[in-house]
């Protein structure tokens, strides 16, 4: 609270630790859970059934779908089985009328293909540590998603995420950490924290020319819209 964050998503990315990601949830009022299996998870993870996705995400405490999406940069080989996941998730969201958290890496063609081919319009969501062109940027919103950026735009070789960032209309950008990684500078190198996320708030807010009030009442107005909350 003293660095002025309110309400934290804490992000599931595989079945085995969805009872931890509920209990935070349940522990803590200002804290909300998804349920979802991250793309590159693996080797002997349990793969998710719409079932599993359904009755996970009934709780009241789960305001999303994923973390899902594609991964064509940790992944190699044969990827039809992290489509089909990914299309397992969008059914699930539908489903349910909740918010995607999608995650892509070299495959932003193939996302944005998919969520049109299931209709992911209907429940939107965030393109999560977002890191593509604007192209894709706008390819999403156009799909009724959320841009989230995080501490990567403060890095001196993140020349194109700024762009974006800088040029997103307010009513369509999230902030995140992506904890426990890519803390933000002055941090960076340093395991990543909800509190570091005010650093990228305060470098969002001179890029884009306004308060940093100003864009903490856009962004968190942001996530209370696109989480019912």
Sequence with gaps: ??????????????????????????????????????PNTDDGAREPSIEELLEFGRDPLIVAIGETGLDYFRSEGELSWQRERFRCHIRAARELKKPLIIHTRDAANDVIAILREEKARDVGGIMH??????????AAIDLGFYISISGIVTFKSAGAVREVAKRLPLDRLLIE???????????????????????TAEFLANLREITLDELAEGTSNNFFRLFGI
């Design 1 to 38: 609270m003293e660095a002025g964050v309110s309400h934290i998503l804490c992000v599931c990315v595989q079945l085995e630790t969805f009872a931890e990601v509920r209990q935070t949830a349940l522990d803590h009022r200002n804290v909300f859970g998804s349920v979802g299996v991250h």
């Design 129 to 138: 540590c977002f890191v593509e062109d604007w192209e894709t940027a706008v």
């Design 177 to 199: 950490t992506d904890a426990p990684w890519l803390a933000p500078v002055p941090k960076r190198g340093r395991q990543n924290e909800p509190a570091f996320v005010r650093y």
